[in-house]
């Protein structure tokens, strides 16, 4: 598994916020976008973003189905964004002189998170369609299909899956916020079919299956236009060579 630990460039970028004035409203930073990727704003405007981007609490960050995007909040938490994908940070509160604070998102699609400062001590949470999913001190993927949520839990304390539970009386007494799915051991996921059914039991990722997941998150590499030019010319030369002189 040692594709989780690829993404550790992103802390690099943790120096943007020490040399920039941060706006009252900014939480955190584009650190890298690939292609479509959109702020749909409180006031439903629509805004391309890259890297360098401002990250603002309760904005909606979007991609298309070539888009990806990945960001880094002022704790060091940072997040990947896959194709066909939002996120919305609700709720982002830290305090950097004890590290402490909280952090709530809303997710469709895929995404990866790879706990900051505030993940330490509070657990963040990941609220899709069916589940929320709380992950400490780690790293983590949420994928959501249809009504499904599936949460692989890759490194760290521990990760729980809740189902919301909307029929209380599917579950009867069982359906509270106590009623979870708790994994403490990396490589496993759990997944929620709908948001009235019972989390499943933790089952252990295969490493094809990581990789597949890795694979989505990360953008696809363009070759160079350079490249079908130069590769062009040594046949060119060599048909040169070879024509006769008259």
Same mark, same amino acid.
């Given at each position: 598994? +040692?594709? !989780?630990? $690829?993404? #550790?460039?992103?802390?690099?970028?943790?120096?943007?916020? %020490?040399?920039?004035?941060?706006?009252?409203?900014?939480?955190?930073?584009?650190?890298?976008?690939? +292609? @479509?990727?959109?702020?749909?704003?409180?006031?439903?405007?629509? $805004?391309?973003?890259?890297?360098?981007?401002?990250?603002?609490?309760?904005? %909606? !960050?979007?991609?298309? =189905?070539?888009?990806?995007?990945?960001?880094?909040?002022?704790? =060091?938490?940072?997040?990947?964004?896959?194709?066909?994908?939002?996120?919305?940070?609700? +709720?982002?509160?830290? @305090?950097?002189?004890?590290?402490?604070?909280?952090? *709530?998102?809303?997710?469709?699609?895929?995404?990866?998170?790879?706990?900051? $400062?505030?993940?330490? $001590?509070?657990?963040?949470?990941?609220?899709?369609?069916?589940?929320?999913?709380?992950?400490?001190?780690? !790293?983590?993927?949420v994928q959501?299909?249809?009504?499904?949520?599936?949460?692989?839990?890759?490194?760290?304390?521990e990760m729980?899956?809740?189902?919301?539970?909307?029929?209380?009386?599917?579950?009867?007494?069982?359906?509270?916020?106590?009623?979870?799915?708790?994994?403490?051991?990396?490589?496993?996921?759990? #997944?929620?079919?709908? *948001?009235?059914?019972?989390?499943?039991?933790?089952?252990?990722?295969?490493?094809?299956?990581?990789?597949?997941?890795?694979?989505?998150?990360?953008?696809?590499?363009?070759?160079?236009?350079? /490249?079908?030019?130069?590769?062009?010319?040594?046949?060119?030369?060599?048909?040169? /060579?070879?024509?006769?002189?008259?």
């Amino acid at each position: 598994m +040692k594709a !989780i630990y $690829k993404f #550790s460039f992103l802390f690099l970028v943790v120096s943007f916020f %020490t040399n920039h004035a941060l706006t009252q409203e900014q939480i955190g930073v584009a650190s890298a976008v690939n +292609k @479509n990727t959109t702020d749909l704003t409180l006031e439903q405007e629509r $805004k391309l973003i890259d890297a360098g981007y401002e990250i603002i609490q309760n904005h %909606t !960050i979007e991609t298309d =189905g070539i888009g990806r995007a990945q960001m880094l909040l002022l704790d =060091g938490t940072a997040f990947s964004v896959g194709p066909n994908s939002s996120v919305v940070l609700d +709720k982002f509160i830290y @305090n950097p002189e004890t590290a402490e604070g909280s952090l *709530e998102v809303t997710a469709r699609g895929i995404l990866r998170i790879v706990g900051g $400062k505030v993940t330490k $001590k509070k657990p963040a949470l990941i609220r899709t369609n069916s589940a929320t999913v709380g992950i400490r001190g780690g !790293i983590g993927i949420v994928q959501t299909n249809g009504s499904q949520t599936n949460a692989t839990f890759l490194y760290g304390t521990e990760m729980t899956v809740t189902p919301n539970c909307v029929d209380l009386d599917t579950f009867g007494d069982q359906c509270s916020p106590d009623f979870a799915t708790t994994v403490t051991e990396p490589g496993f996921s759990v #997944s929620v079919e709908s *948001e009235d059914s019972e989390p499943s039991e933790p089952v252990q990722v295969t490493e094809e299956s990581l990789d597949a997941i890795q694979e989505e998150l990360e953008a696809p590499e363009e070759a160079p236009e350079e /490249e079908s030019a130069t590769e062009e010319t040594p046949a060119e030369e060599t048909q040169e /060579e070879e024509t006769p002189e008259e």
